[in-house]
């Protein structure tokens, strides 16, 4: 039977030299959200989900790897494999081709097929022997000559988050669809499905049996992340999910996912606590976007709706608009301000393949020659009417610089946010509310002893005084133990010694992972 290799593109990441650049990084929240935050910005790498999904629906034997070194890469060609698949993205694309160019040596007898969201980009056709540019399982089924399937087995990777070097709670990742439907005009994901929606798992009840299935070990609840464009648009099937959700007090399910304020605004608080959400991802864009998801939303009402009964809020805004100046790129940041989100992500208005974005600049020749390690959402790609691409480049480092004086590390947010949610459910008749309010807590003692350190770190006097706030209502709600107030001691080494992690850029590299299927025993 054939075998197949699978593998991410290759470490050092976040380096400057041909291929690469500092803001190329396994990173999920670092590299974009936390990124001025120092020590205390929330750490995770970023797995090749889609690969151990592909290899967990193949009858071949399969080996996936994440972030594999050359010298990894290259042993494990030489076990002699059949396929190799590559995934990357745009700004990876120069990773990708290196790898192809070391198979082509040290392997040439093994078939390259290239996939993910780089494959938009023309010159892959060169490069491989076979290009997929869909959804994957059925493309490697096809071609190893075995029939399509609708109905697939989905993996659950568990990764940690990291804060000061310090592994938090696990969190299971479960992929349940693909694509979107809406098709925003940047939007790379929809329009590589040709804004069609492919659901990995079909109905609300198959969802919840894979929440159930998560092994939490000893947690006392399963936290999850989706994978998913926007999890909630679909109610019917949410709801089928949710009342599932809803039965699991003695072990809760609690989830985050990708949503856009459109299909958030079909539920109530109540049934956003019984789903078990947590957390979620919405795209504000631009208060003059006229996207349909944006259409009708009281984005600040909703937005604080959520995080009265702990909801944990990350928002996403671009810049680089056409109709983007000084003064109104100023006024969508302080729209973005007014929300007061835990989480906050700026990019550059970026024209990817396939975008209606990118064949409006092809067609008015503003595109610009830009290597594809610079497609990396820090950019700018095209001729602006009104900055220059340094300027524009400049004043997002510089909007994402005063997002952090304004509100601080996001750690200290999300801990305000749990804060209102213990307040808001902590006397619920109902049992799964105040199994919550208990999370709640949790989570708020186990932040606490980074307070006195943030409030000595803080980046303004605001921030400062936010902080010490937050640490007197934090003391005056709940017993901080004293082995809770020991910890505050060990938080200033722990800070440094993640400090010179971060300026020592060898020790921030991610850990290889090999994950192999249906190899005998």
Request: hydrophobic fraction near 35%; include cysteine.
């Amino acid at each position: 039977m054939k075998k197949i290799l699978l593998t991410t593109i290759h470490r050092p990441l976040g380096v400057e030299n041909e291929t690469c650049t500092k803001n190329i990084t396994a990173e999920a929240y670092h590299a974009q959200i936390t990124l001025l935050q120092g020590p205390l910005g929330i750490r995770a790498s970023r797995l090749g989900i889609g690969l151990d999904f592909i290899a967990a629906n193949l009858k071949n034997p399969t080996t996936v790897l994440h972030y594999p070194t050359k010298r990894t890469l290259i042993k494990e060609l030489k076990k002699g494999y059949d396929y190799i698949g590559i995934s990357f993205i745009i700004c990876t694309f120069p990773k990708a081709k290196e790898l192809c160019e070391l198979v082509r040596i040290h392997s040439p007898k093994t078939q390259i097929v290239l996939g993910g969201y780089g494959t938009v980009l023309k010159e892959c056709d060169q490069l491989a022997d076979h290009v997929c540019r869909e959804e994957g399982v059925n493309y490697f089924r096809r071609l190893l000559g075995q029939e399509e399937v609708n109905t697939f087995n989905i993996p659950v990777i568990t990764r940690g988050n990291e804060i000061m070097s310090v592994t938090t709670r696990p969190e299971s990742i479960i992929p349940t669809g693909l694509g979107c439907s809406l098709g925003c005009d940047f939007c790379c994901t929809s329009h590589f499905f040709k804004r069609q929606y492919i659901p990995l798992i079909h109905t609300g009840r198959d969802i919840h049996k894979v929440m159930h299935s998560v092994n939490s070990g000893k947690t006392k609840l399963r936290n999850i992340g989706i994978i998913d464009e926007d999890f909630l648009a679909d109610r019917k099937k949410i709801m089928e999910m949710a009342q599932l959700n809803a039965q699991e007090i003695e072990k809760p399910i609690l989830f985050s996912c990708f949503a856009t304020l459109k299909s958030l605004s079909q539920y109530t608080l109540e049934e956003f606590i019984l789903m078990g959400l947590s957390g979620v991802w919405v795209g504000i864009e631009s208060k003059r976007a006229d996207y349909y998801k944006l259409k009708d939303i009281d984005a600040a009402q909703l937005i604080s709706s959520l995080k009265s009964i702990g909801i944990i809020v990350l928002v996403s805004m671009i810049i680089g608009y056409d109709w983007h100046d000084e003064e109104t790129i100023e006024e969508d940041f302080r729209y973005l301000l007014s929300l007061k989100p835990a989480l906050s992500q700026i990019m550059i208005y970026s024209p990817c393949p396939q975008t209606p974005l990118h064949s409006k600049l092809l067609r008015e020749n503003r595109l610009l020659n830009i290597p594809f390690k610079y497609h990396d959402g820090f950019h700018v790609l095209f001729r602006h009417p009104n900055f220059k691409p340094r300027e524009l480049e400049t004043l997002l480092l510089e909007l994402i610089r005063r997002e952090h004086e304004e509100f601080g590390p996001s750690i200290f947010r999300i801990l305000e946010v749990q804060l209102k949610g213990y307040e808001s459910l902590k006397d619920s008749a109902h049992p799964l509310f105040r199994a919550r309010a208990k999370e709640h807590q949790r989570l708020c003692l186990e932040i606490f002893p980074l307070l006195k350190l943030g409030i000595k770190k803080a980046p303004s006097q605001k921030v400062k005084e936010y902080l010490k706030n937050l640490r007197d209502r934090m003391e005056s709600l709940f017993h901080v133990s004293i082995l809770d107030k020991l910890k505050e001691f060990s938080v200033p080494t722990l800070y440094y010694y993640t400090d010179l992690k971060d300026r020592t850029n060898w020790l921030r590299q991610p850990k290889t992972e090999i994950n192999r299927y249906n190899f005998s025993r």
